[in-house]
């Protein structure tokens, strides 16, 4: 980067403002405003540099103060370096004056020509754009590695007191050329800058740097500098600029450190980590990582190359993509410093192990030349559970556990999709044991796990019985089920009392036999839920109806009568069941318990001749009741998912119906049910 851009980020970077001047908005006035701040503070000598710096804007108009804040500084910084004159000692009361010392201050204006100081010499050093030290000054310079050329001066200081001038530098390339920039350099000097010079021996001062950032513009020679004053040459020396494609080239810029090796996937996911023992089974991507310390001071791009050796003395290659005589090429960056890290690529296949038990060599080159060698092992793998390669573990319904003893090649080994109803417990370095929970369901269940160490892997499939389905025997279950219910239902009045012998079985109209009607509903059988399994609860909930009719024969009455009931009730059993398996999808029940009914609505039709009257609730005083207790008892047969059922209730409440009779009712029902979650 050239000069005038160099003093412009000098001065930036005072307030850590990383950027060129080309790259700031509004540079002019940011810059002197700046420097004004630095006069107000009486920080003349870095106000100066703001002011100077300014001067190498884009922005900067035609007409500035610039020049004219810059000697206003310069005259600040006079005044206080400008030395007190002695004060005269008192005179005697005669008023002689007496021992008046003589002025023999130097005349600094003798110096002038020299810019008022003695160079004893110039080294050279290369930094950073931030004054980073890259070289060292005074060390060798090598031009790959150039980034800011800077100067360092040594010098003597004349004058009596500080003088700030103005100095020019040409660098002079080796083949004569003038290093120049054609916007910002003067007229035929390479840069030039202000600098203040101190009295006194041995002082220094860092010049600015010429140069770029982002790469050398340096070649190898030797090149000429030289300080110039007023037009007049100060100051010439020499420095030499060597090449350093050839320092470190030899070994690659780098000492190489250690080798290790690991076992990746395509994706460069560890299947081995690096320095654990390879198994040649597991083996997928051999992936070597370099341990170095870099020799160059910035980092190189280099391309190496490698040999993968096998066991037998052939090289491990690829006819289509390795190169001729090497396993792969592979491009690194080389960066400076100790300790550092670099993965190579790996070499294999993804889908199964291309590498056998062995001793393999493993070498790393560099423009053909060797840079390092090494050796590394693959073992054998192998992994067995109970002495076997897959194995076949089964369960009762009860669950239970077992013990497996673990044989490996690897140093661990891991269990892989162990099934919810199973648990692995008191597992060590050789053996684990396997739990499996009890089955509550009626149904087998089938899974399967893996013991996995090395690149290798050992199946158990697992199976469990259901728990039983048709043993009557306690401590098996039964599965809890539901289901709907469809059955014909009739119902009949038990009369009692008055001048009866023994009760009469009557319909609603007082005639013998049943009132019939239907019966539709859902039930719920959980016996699987309660711990002997053969014994539960049927409760459900039903909707019934009942019919029944009256019709006179017209000679017996004036009238032709025909009369119709209608009843509608709600039916809630509450049964303890026993069932009787005897096959995998059938079984017996046998139940008793009680039966709860309500009625919820009934209608009374009396039609005479063409007249109909209907009438609403017949149940009340001195006649039935709307709820009606009973005893009840009956069976069912299940087949699959279709059940027969007969239930017979008896009632227990009496309804008093007319002076000295009451009575109860009694019911019977048939039907089907289809069951659901067994």
């Not at 080294?123 to 950073?128: A, C, I, L, Q, Y």
């Not at 993804?350 to 030349?369: H, P």
């Not at 009866?500 to 859902?522: R, Y």
Request: proline share 4%; with cysteine; charged share 20%.
């Amino acid at each position: 980067m050239m000069k005038k851009y160099y003093t412009l980020l000098l001065a930036l970077t005072l307030f850590y403002v990383d950027v060129m001047a080309q790259d700031i908005e509004n540079c002019y006035n940011s810059t002197r405003a700046e420097g004004i701040q630095l006069m107000q503070k009486k920080k003349y000598s870095e106000a100066i540099k703001f002011f100077t710096a300014a001067k190498d804007c884009f922005d900067k108009p035609a007409n500035n103060d610039l020049q004219s804040k810059i000697n206003e500084c310069r005259r600040k910084i006079e005044e206080i370096n400008k030395p007190v004159p002695p004060q005269d000692p008192p005179t005697p009361e005669t008023g002689t004056d007496v021992n008046k010392p003589t002025d023999n201050k130097p005349d600094d204006a003798v110096y002038a020509n020299t810019a008022y100081m003695e160079i004893v010499s110039i080294s050279f050093g290369n930094t950073d754009k931030n004054d980073n030290v890259i070289t060292k000054y005074g060390s060798t310079l090598f031009d790959n590695e150039m980034r800011y050329l800077t100067p360092k001066l040594q010098y003597n200081g004349l004058a009596s007191e500080s003088k700030t001038i103005e100095l020019k530098t040409k660098i002079i390339n080796p083949d004569g050329t003038l290093r120049r920039n054609t916007k910002t350099s003067p007229d035929g000097y390479t840069y030039s800058f202000n600098m203040t010079v101190y009295p006194g021996t041995n002082k220094t001062r860092t010049l600015l740097g010429w140069g770029n950032d982002e790469k050398s513009t340096y070649k190898a020679g030797i090149y000429q500098f030289e300080l110039w004053y007023n037009e007049k040459k100060l100051y010439s020396t020499s420095f030499e600029i060597k090449s350093s494609d050839k320092l470190y080239e030899d070994k690659a810029y780098m000492d190489i450190v250690s080798v290790s090796f690991g076992n990746t996937d395509k994706n460069n996911n560890i299947i081995t980590d690096y320095e654990s023992t390879l198994f040649d089974s597991e083996m997928r991507y051999l992936t070597p990582k370099l341990q170095y310390n870099g020799l160059a001071s910035i980092s190189k791009t280099i391309e190496i190359k490698v040999k993968i050796i096998n066991p037998n003395g052939s090289l491990n290659r690829s006819s289509e993509n390795s190169p001729a005589g090497y396993t792969y090429s592979y491009k690194m960056t080389v960066y400076p410093g100790t300790n550092k890290n670099c993965i190579l690529s790996g070499w294999g296949n993804n889908d199964k192990s291309t590498y056998e038990a062995g001793t393999y060599q493993f070498e790393l080159w560099y423009n053909e030349k060797k840079l390092y060698s090494t050796t590394f092992e693959i073992k054998t793998n192998y992994l067995t559970v109970n002495n076997e390669t897959s194995l076949l573990s089964s369960f009762e319904a009860k669950g239970g556990e077992k013990t497996y003893q673990v044989s490996s090649s690897a140093a661990s080994w891991k269990t892989w999709g162990v099934p919810s109803w199973c648990s692995i417990k008191d597992e060590t370095a050789t053996s684990f044991k396997l739990k499996c929970y009890e089955n509550t369901s009626t149904k087998p269940r089938k899974d399967y796990m893996k013991v996995q160490s090395g690149g290798k892997e050992v199946r158990i499939d697992i199976s469990q019985t259901g728990k039983s389905r048709y043993s009557v025997w306690p401590g098996y279950y039964w599965n809890p089920y539901f289901g709907i219910r469809f059955a014909y239902t009739q119902r009949t009045f038990n009369v009692t009392g008055g001048n009866l012998d023994k009760p009469e079985k009557v319909t609603f109209f007082g005639e013998d036999g049943w009132m019939k009607g239907f019966q539709a509903g859902m039930f719920f059988d959980p016996s699987g839920l309660n711990p002997w399994g053969m014994f539960g609860l049927n409760i459900g909930l039903n909707l019934e109806m009942y019919f029944s009719t009256w019709k006179n024969a017209p000679h017996d009455y004036q009238y032709e009568y025909y009369d119709k009931y209608m009843d509608v009730n709600l039916y809630m059993p509450l049964d303890l069941t026993f069932h009787i398996p005897f096959g995998p999808e059938s079984a017996l029940c046998l139940y008793g318990g009680i039966g709860l009914d309500f009625n919820c609505y009934n209608e009374l039709t009396i039609s005479i001749d063409s007249y109909a009257s209907p009438l609403e609730n017949q149940y009340g005083k001195d006649s039935f009741n709307r709820f009606n207790l009973s005893y009840e008892y009956g069976l069912n047969l299940k087949l699959r998912g279709i059940m027969f059922y007969a239930t017979y209730q008896k009632g227990l409440s009496h309804h008093p119906i007319f002076s000295g009779y009451s009575t109860t009712m009694d019911k019977l029902s048939m039907g089907m049910s289809i069951v659901f979650g067994d």
